[in-house]
């Protein structure tokens, strides 16, 4: 496990794609995330590779020979309309893949060369084409990761005792819905359910009144493990793939009345939204950070979530930007208003974590499988990762430009999360956006 430094991630690398060198660029070639784009002439899914504003034809060019030998595995494995054949390999052929990648699209290396002089044939601008979900997602599971979320929600729901006394000690999650994962520009329809207004008697079934976005972080599972065999905390970094931003849209007056005792059910699983593009885990080598620290007074983590690369550098430093455009500001041409600036170093559980509490009843993962992080609200008021957070559970509203106000979200409004990471004289790499457009039922 340890991320490793190398020649992919160095600052002072160039492009001959000159939009990948704009410093506030996404996609530079120290990022290279992997996504499914719909070719122009067909339609049909093919992977490719974000540089600066264009997409690169990975199995194209590794048809041509352009990503050396070590790639090739992996290169014809990307001849395919979802990441999953490419999961499934593992790390050193993620890792082959990249440094093919770097190569052919660097400035200054005969790979660089000959690729430049095809690239007509290998590359698309990313404005022409569709994007497509990147991943046949098998399994859906999402976690509770931040305790500030935890506290914030639990307060509300029990004053006297905010947390569970398990919170510590495991990795809460529940069981999604892999079939209504959507991708980034799709609408996000108003779910119908059943709850039960105010202090009212009885239950009514109707459109959700308290629709709700939760900030969060996607998880993409390569190889997965065989049924009833772990994944311990050391090698659960070869078995994750990479991020993207995951919107999991919440209706918490469904959730309220339906949750006890089994949890979230339909309050969930109308949709949750992904980003197109997902940023390897080994792209983000160079914004590794330790696992965030406990307060005194925490337990120590069980012995299997517990190792020193996970407490040294399970961590990732990734912020993450909400904001917010009402139909009535988009058609006044005014620009959506910031709502929340988070980080992942929020989370008390780190991916790794999550991952080996998982697989650790035996539970075999798969590849393409997502995992959420949870809500990542942190301890300010400016990083609250959701509306029911922000707006004290609709007490205390959220004024908009144009004069109108924001309990829960509304038919129209437009949600567009963000993150990247840089600092530190490192190349800044981003993920892109995730953004939704609700729809009434
Ligand atoms: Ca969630």
Known sequence: MMPQLNETHDPALASWVDSANEPHCDY?????PFGVYGDPKTGRGKVGVAIGDRIFDVAAANARGLLGGAADPAGTACDADTLNPLLVLGGHHWTALRAGLSRALRSGTEEGRLAEAEADDLLVPMADVEMQLPVRIGDFTDF???IHHATNVGRMLRPDNPLMPNYKY???AYHGRASSVALSGQACRRPVGQFRPGDAAEPSFGPSRALDFETEIGVYVGPGNPLGQPISIDEAEDHLFGLSILNDWSARDIQGWEYQPLGPFLAKSFASHVSPWVVTLEALAPFRCPAPARPDGDPSPLPYLSS??????????VQIAVSLASARMRADGIPPIDISLTNMQNLYWTIFQMLAHHASNGCNMRPGDLIGTGTISGPTEQALGSILEITKRGSQPLSL???????FLEDGDELIMQAWCEGDGRRRIGFGECRAVIEGP
Do not use: H
Request: net charge negative; hydrophobic share 20%; charged share 30%.
């Open 308 to 317: 020193d690369a996970n407490e040294k550098e399970g961590g990732f430093d």
């Open 144 to 146: 509770y990761s931040s």
């Open 28 to 32: 530079p070639v120290q990022n290279l």
């Open 401 to 407: 430009p144009t004069g109108e106000e924001r309990r």
């Open 170 to 172: 495991i990795p809460v």
